[in-house]
């Protein structure tokens, strides 16, 4: 049987524990991933929700940003929920002009998309590549995808129904290769089936690689 992978998570703030007790739950090693010496030695790595500009500073504080953007230029296959997302997009709407991007999806976000007044909400959505029906997902001062390029799958989109407004049909989950984002938390329901894809992935970039 194939060992069960290593997986990070980016410890430098936000709901690491939630991630690091899903990707277990989903057959993961979790570690986190604070250090040049730890990232190098994953095979698949969380961005975790949290603040976007505060992740940013840190990443750069620890030395972690040009390392980490190597490691997914090499084909590391990364998730990113919330915060996370907004991390991995090529550019940033309502960004702070200092924060960093890790490039790691052909994508633009708007940060904090769905507007003031509504900080949270949740709803069940159907995900791409998720089976037994819809994900429940929730949504904490989330960023949504305004533009997606030629290489980036669509996961999953706001349902167009009368309550969603200027949200309808934006889109909130993606895959580009083997780099995923949601703009939601699977974190925080107790169900793990989008680590689970992630996971699957993280096995298969193993297996690839023993094959060379
Ligand atoms: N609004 C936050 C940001 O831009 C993301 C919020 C979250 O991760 N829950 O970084």
Redesign the pocket.
Known sequence: MQRRPEVGVLAVQ?DVAEHAAMLDRAGARARPVRRVAELADVDGLVL????????SRLLASFGLLDPLRERIRDGLPVYG????L?LLARRVYD?RPDQHQLDGLDVVVR??AFGRQVDSFETDLEVRGVDDGPVHAVF????WVEKAGADVEVLARIPDTAEAGAAADRIVAVRQGRVFATAF?PELTGDERLHRLFVRNVRSRVRELEER
């Open positions: 936000g975790p929700g949290g603040e976007s500009t505060t992740m929920s919330c915060a996370g907004v960004g940060r904090n904490i001062r989330a960023p938390h």
